[in-house]
C-alpha cells in the first residue's frame, strides 16, 4: 500500500480561461477538492504556501475548513516557508486545526522556494540575526517550533493572572498531541535531508531537487531517500519515518485529457537554477494511457523508495476535472503498481 493524495498551489487568476479566478475561488475549491478526494478514497489533501502571489497564503484557515469538512483523509502542507513564520503563533493556530481536524493534520514546512518580492520575510518582520542567512533563520524558526510543539511548559506564569493556572511553568494552547510527529521537512539537497532526519521529520521530497551528480532526477532523489533513512537509523528515534514524493502524473482517458497533456509526457527533466545560480533538476510529468504510465512509474526509484505520493494537479482546470484526475490514478494506475 501506498499513501496517494493531491498536492494543490492553489493558483488562481481573473483570466476567463481559468475556473479558478478569484482568491475565493481558490480557497472553496481547494475545500471543496479534498472532499471530494476523500470520497473517491484519496489519502491526502496537501497545499502550497506561497506570500505575495496569486496562489494559497496562509494555510491555516483552509487546514481547518478542511478538516472541518472530512473524517479521514489527511491535511497537511508542502510546504510552509518558515522564513515568514512566527514558531510560537504557529504551534498555535496548528494546535488549534489539528484538533478541528481530529489529528489529522501533515504539516510540511521548509526554508521556502524564491519568493515573488525581494526579501519578502522582512515585510512580515523577521529578519536573520548577524551572521545568519536567510536559510539559517528558517532552520532556528522551524527547530524552535519543533521544540514548542512538545507541550512542556516554559513560560513563567503571572502571579496575579485573569484566571486561575495549572502548576508550573506554561505552554503555548492549544496543545495537539502528536503532532510533533507529523511534521515533514521538504529538502532539496542531500545535506538538508540529513539535517530533518536527525530533528526526527519526515520527508518531502519535491518535484526538484539540487543538482548534486548530474543523474536523472528520480535517481538523484532515491539517493536522497536513502541518506535520509541511514540518518535516521543513526539518530535512534524510535518511530518509522514517512517520505514522500511529489509527481506530475495524468491519465490520458478521454479527449479532455488528450487536449490538456496529449503531449506532456514525450518532456523528460529539465535542468533550472534556483536562488543564487544553484542548479536543480526538474522532474519530467508522465503523461500516456494508463497501462503505458504503469511501466513507466514502476521505474521512477524514488516513488518506490517512498510511502507516501502526492499527485501535483492543476487546479485552476476546476474541482470537477481534478477529481477526476485523481480518480483515474486511483482506479487504472495504483492497481497496477501494487499500491492499492
Do not use: C
Not at 194 to 199: D, K, M, R, S
Not at 205 to 210: D, M, N, P, Q
Not at 254 to 279: K, L, N, P, S
Amino acid at each position: 500500500m501506498k499513501k496517494i493524495g493531491f498536492l494543490s498551489f492553489g493558483h488562481w487568476t481573473p483570466s476567463v480561461q481559468s475556473q479558478t479566478r478569484s482568491a475565493s475561488d481558490a480557497l472553496l475549491q481547494s475545500i471543496e477538492l479534498a472532499v471530494a478526494a476523500e470520497e473517491l478514497g484519496a489519502d491526502g489533501a496537501y497545499f502550497r504556501v506561497h506570500h505575495f502571489a496569486r496562489q494559497l497564503g496562509s494555510p491555516f484557515p483552509l487546514l481547518a475548513a478542511v478538516g472541518a469538512r472530512t473524517q479521514r483523509i489527511e491535511i497537511g502542507t508542502a510546504v510552509i516557508d518558515m522564513r515568514y513564520e512566527n514558531p510560537l503563533y504557529m504551534v498555535e493556530d496548528a494546535g488549534a486545526a489539528d484538533l478541528i481536524a481530529g489529528g489529522r493534520l501533515q504539516l510540511g514546512i521548509s526554508r521556502g522556494s524564491p519568493e515573488q518580492v525581494i526579501d519578502g520575510w522582512r515585510h512580515f518582520g523577521y529578519q536573520p540575526a548577524e551572521g545568519e542567512t536567510d536559510s539559517d533563520m528558517a532552520r532556528r524558526h522551524a527547530q524552535t517550533f519543533l521544540d514548542v510543539l512538545r507541550g512542556e511548559g516554559f513560560a513563567r506564569p503571572n502571579p496575579r493572572p485573569m484566571f486561575q493556572n495549572p502548576p508550573g511553568l506554561l505552554r503555548v494552547e492549544p496543545y495537539a498531541e502528536g503532532l510533533r510527529d507529523r511534521i515533514w521537512w521538504g529538502a532539496s539537497s542531500n545535506a538538508t535531508a540529513v539535517w530533518a532526519a536527525q530533528l526526527g521529520m519526515n520527508l518531502q521530497s519535491s518535484t526538484l531537487k539540487h543538482d548534486e551528480t548530474g543523474e536523472a532526477f528520480h535517481v538523484q532523489q532515491a539517493a536522497q531517500i536513502r541518506a535520509y533513512r541511514t540518518a535516521w537509523k543513526e539518530a535512534g528515534h524510535e518511530r518509522e519515518p514517512r517520505v514522500s514524493v511529489s509527481r506530475s502524473i495524468f491519465p490520458l482517458i478521454d479527449d479532455r485529457d488528450h487536449m490538456y497533456f496529449g503531449d506532456a509526457g514525450e518532456r523528460g527533466d529539465q535542468i533550472g537554477f534556483i536562488g543564487a545560480g544553484t542548479r536543480a533538476v526538474f522532474g519530467r510529468s508522465y503523461a500516456a494511457e494508463p497501462n503505458v504510465l504503469i511501466e513507466q512509474l514502476r521505474l521512477d526509484e524514488a516513488i518506490a523508495a517512498s510511502d507516501t505520493l502526492l499527485l501535483t494537479v492543476p487546479n485552476q482546470l476546476g474541482v470537477e476535472y481534478n477529481a477526476h484526475v485523481i480518480e483515474a490514478i486511483l482506479t487504472h494506475v495504483a492497481p497496477g503498481l501494487g499500491w492499492r
